[in-house]
């Protein structure tokens, strides 16, 4: 996502002491005491870690060994993410909480919290009405900050760059809303979300778009379903796997069509 590459170059940039020359105005460090140099070492570490159990650990480290590091809520926030590519959600969502009690408004932590707990929420759990109010409250909160998330000082990225970031973000959210309207058989409303998601990304996921068709189907609305198959179909390199689920779901679209579902 962008916003998290913009968050990489942030820090790449933000003290003086990287061996690449910048022009002075281009070294603002982020507000507050400024970075020294173990502090910075320790952020390469978050950034060039190549394994998720690596990012986890130099998050970690970081945190540990600088406590009121003002990245505390971003490095964290990483240590969720990369927590969400080892399939551990109860990890992901543990640093997502502590992303928060660093920063209770940071918009990328309360978006992990909404995708993960709606994501893993099934219909028969006993807490399920208790989770998905969760997931809910956490996307639509992201949802309200982000209009008025302002660029820091030190993000060097143009307005558009970071408007469109902030779009990914709330398309994001959009697709948690979408997941928990799921889970609710809130067909109509899922539809509404995973679509708002899909227009709103800059590159649509194809999960997002198979998500949308299977609601399109679910709510009654073949011809719907059928149009954004069909564009996922006609993608170029479309993953097998995609390609499988988009198959299915215009099969499905075509079928209730006919009337033979």
């Known amino acids: 996502m962008i916003k998290k590459l913009i968050q990489v170059i942030v820090v790449l940039v933000a003290a003086s002491v990287l061996a690449v020359a910048q022009p002075k105005a281009q070294q603002q460090a982020p ?39 003002e990245f505390k809520a971003w490095a964290l926030e990483i240590a969720a993410e990369a927590s969400e590519q080892k399939n551990d959600t109860a990890k992901a969502l543990f640093y997502a909480d502590r992303s928060l009690e660093a920063d209770p408004k940071y918009v990328p932590a309360l978006i992990v919290i909404g995708l993960e707990t ?32 302002a660029k820091p000082a030190y993000v060097k990225a143009t307005d558009a760059q970071w408007e469109a970031s902030k779009k990914d973000d709330a398309a994001r959210a959009h697709v948690a809303l979408g997941l928990a309207a799921t889970v609710r058989k809130k067909y109509d409303d ?18 997002h778009m198979i998500r949308l ?34 198959q299915q779901e215009k099969d499905d679209a075509e079928k209730a069509k006919s009337g033979k579902k």
């Open 31 to 69: 507000k507050g005491k400024g970075i020294t140099k173990k502090e910075q070492d320790a952020l390469n570490a978050v950034m060039t870690a190549k394994t998720p159990d690596e990012r986890i650990a130099a998050a970690e480290n970081l945190v540990t060994n600088f406590a009121d590091t």
């Open 118 to 149: 709606a994501g893993h929420t099934r219909e028969n759990d006993l807490d399920r009405d208790d989770k998905l109010a969760k997931a809910e409250k956490a996307a639509k909160e992201a949802l309200d900050l982000l209009p008025n998330e």
């Open 190 to 207: 899922a539809a509404k979300e995973f679509q708002t998601a899909v227009d709103d990304e800059q590159m649509p996921d194809p999960t």
């Open 213 to 246: 068709a299977d609601a399109y189907n679910k709510a009654g609305k073949p011809d719907e379903a059928l149009t954004v198959a069909n564009k996922l179909l006609a993608m170029a390199d479309l993953n097998p796997a995609y390609k499988k689920f988009a």
